[in-house]
């Protein structure tokens, strides 16, 4: 099939990369359905992909990944930035041209009598001024097939591209011999390229998630002026059908994809507040023509852990599941081609196939202290399964942000919820985000984990920069811009126990934030922001809650935070004189308001 595109940048860079890898075969892929189905026949006819019962998970696939492929992979991943000052001290760096050097011959010849799939793909609603355009060179049908899923992939992605511009992002991807020891995912952001070689595992494969839609695009839009963030979008709907929006980033293992898909307590649902998901992973942002930050979901689908998605925990991740799904690494029930993974229910199937691809009894494998699916097992879902996916998702201009969350796992120190002061001080709070681990088996608190705007592995250039690049927006928002929040849902009293129910009561929370946003109550200041009166956060059927207990999960322990100042000051050392003077001086003032 010959090009999908008369533009001379792309189908000359295709062509000098077919000449290097050498496949058999080229195939374009134009994203019709057709097409799609020929690709899934022959994945299901070469056994790379399992077709799953076809009435209970109608349009469904089963894949499994090699032992040694099934997470990605931070040591391997590389920012090839010119200087290495670019890069800074919190991602790896190598020289492109020692990188290029290194790689090329790692991909001469790779894909022989393999078929190469050139996937172009928008970031972003086809014709969004906010959307970004990528193509893809892959030898795995099992990468076609979810970024399908996860993007706006076809023929009308070049549309937004044109005959004749540049600006798209070039990704080469070989699985070659899924080898760990050379396996690289590397991107050259002044290239506008990403290289990926010897993984078949999503997120360093699906070339349009992470690596695209933070790492390069991070990159693109401290030069151009916008923002790529580790966020998930929600709408919320008040009784009289207005719709306020909110970004939030959590670091993993913080409740991320649960607040995207949030189903307000039975209270709030009878006085008609709604819940709707925008996006669960990563958000574009950038100034409207009003002055307002607006917000685009980049992805179109869900790569989201199945691990612990069950009815309770995530009822609408679950339910965007249930047809045209592509599964990775959980584990199958034989008796009826059905999928399972621990958490989703108390039945793991007798008669099962383990996530590796042995038979075992499920039960009697569990008992023995073996996992059924991978814990990093996934979903590949479209957006649009979503029971509460918003009517603005494939808006071009994208929805206008009146808050934005930043939040972690601390079990003391941070309270339920504070306000920053301002546009800089909510930059400094989401610079010193943190969370806790725990060592469960010694009931000890663990270590603090600095992940600043749950973006540390994800910004594409040095995190100084970053951060000041954060400060440049808010001036240029002025007094447009969003109001900036922390929460935490994780407080635990001295049992260790949580004290915030979290999940749906969440939304008590989103509640009083765009209460804030909207003048219509009052806070109390403390060292380290706003707070709500106790009293102004809706505990009505909330069993065994009192305004004494929200008081109690408000409050600042002034000692902890002195401390907490002290791993402030040693995580700042690291970026030397590229740390924003500005938030020096907010670390300052917080260290004087602590007295």
């Not at 909330?542 to 207990?549: M, N, R």
Request: proline share 6%.
């Amino acid at each position: 099939m010959s090009s999908l595109t008369k533009n001379p940048n792309v189908n000359k860079w295709v062509e000098e990369m077919i000449a290097l890898t050498k496949p058999d075969k080229v195939v374009w892929v134009d994203g019709s359905e057709k097409q799609l189905d020929e690709f899934r026949a022959e994945a299901i006819a070469t056994g790379e992909m399992i077709k799953l019962n076809e009435e209970k998970l109608p349009g469904c696939l089963y894949h499994r990944t090699l032992p040694n492929d099934v997470a990605r992979v931070e040591d391997r991943t590389f920012i090839c930035s010119r200087s290495k000052d670019d890069a800074g001290p919190t991602n790896n760096w190598c020289d492109p041209k020692e990188m290029y050097a290194k790689l090329t011959p790692m991909y001469d010849g790779v894909m022989k009598g393999r078929t190469m799939y050139v996937i172009p793909y928008s970031m972003g609603p086809i014709g969004s001024p906010l959307a970004k355009v990528g193509v893809e060179l892959t030898d795995s049908i099992y990468v076609v097939l979810n970024m399908a899923i996860m993007t706006r992939m076809g023929a009308d992605a070049f549309k937004n591209l044109g005959d004749t511009s540049n600006d798209f992002v070039r990704g080469l991807h070989s699985k070659a011999n899924v080898d760990p020891e050379n396996r690289y995912i590397v991107h050259f952001p002044e290239d506008n390229t990403i290289w990926s070689i010897n993984s078949a595992y999503g997120g360093n494969v699906l070339l349009g998630k992470k690596c695209f839609a933070l790492r390069i695009a991070s990159y693109q839009g401290k030069n151009e002026g916008w923002m790529a963030e580790h966020m998930l979008i929600l709408g919320l709907e008040k009784p009289n059908g207005e719709i306020k929006y909110i970004t939030a980033a959590f670091p993993s293992a913080c409740g991320k994809t649960n607040l995207a898909m949030l189903i307000p307590p039975e209270g709030y649902t009878k006085k008609g507040y709604k819940v709707w998901t925008v996006g669960d992973d990563i958000a574009w942002l950038k100034q409207g023509e009003d002055g307002r930050l607006y917000a685009i979901n980049p992805e179109n689908g869900f790569f989201g852990v199945a691990p612990g998605t069950n009815a309770h925990s995530n009822y609408n991740a679950l339910a965007s599941t249930r047809k045209n799904t592509i599964f990775t690494n959980v584990a199958i029930n034989n008796d009826d081609m059905t999928v399972w993974w621990e958490k989703l229910d108390n039945n793991p199937p007798v008669n099962a196939t383990e996530w590796k691809g042995e038979k075992v009894n499920g039960p009697e494998y569990i008992a023995a202290g073996n996992k059924l699916a991978h814990p990093n097992s996934r979903f590949t879902a479209p957006a649009i399964n979503c029971p509460c996916i918003s009517s603005e998702f494939n808006n071009p201009a994208g929805v206008p942000i009146s808050a934005i969350i930043f939040g972690g796992r601390r079990a003391k120190t941070a309270p339920l919820v504070y306000q920053s002061f301002n546009w800089q001080h909510g930059t400094f709070v989401g610079s010193i985000m943190a969370s806790e681990t725990t060592a469960a088996a010694t009931g000890a608190v663990g270590v603090v984990r600095r992940d600043p705007m749950a973006m540390l592995p994800f910004c594409g250039y040095h995190m100084g920069d970053y951060w000041a690049h954060w400060l440049e927006m808010g001036k240029k928002l002025g007094d447009k811009a969003p109001k900036i929040f922390n929460v935490n849902w994780f407080r635990t009293d001295d049992e260790g126990n949580f004290v915030w129910p979290g999940f749906g009561d969440n939304m008590r929370v989103l509640d009083w934030i765009i209460d804030r946003c909207e003048d219509k109550v009052d806070a109390v200041e403390t060292a380290i922001g706003y707070e709500p009166k106790p009293e102004d956060i809706n505990i009505e059927g909330l069993d065994g809650f009192t305004t004494e207990t929200i008081a109690d999960l408000l409050t600042v322990d002034k000692d902890l935070w002195k401390e907490e100042t002290k791993g402030i000051h040693e995580f700042y050392a690291k970026f030397g004189d590229k740390l924003p003077k500005e938030l020096e001086g907010e670390l300052e003032a917080l260290e004087k308001r602590l007295g």
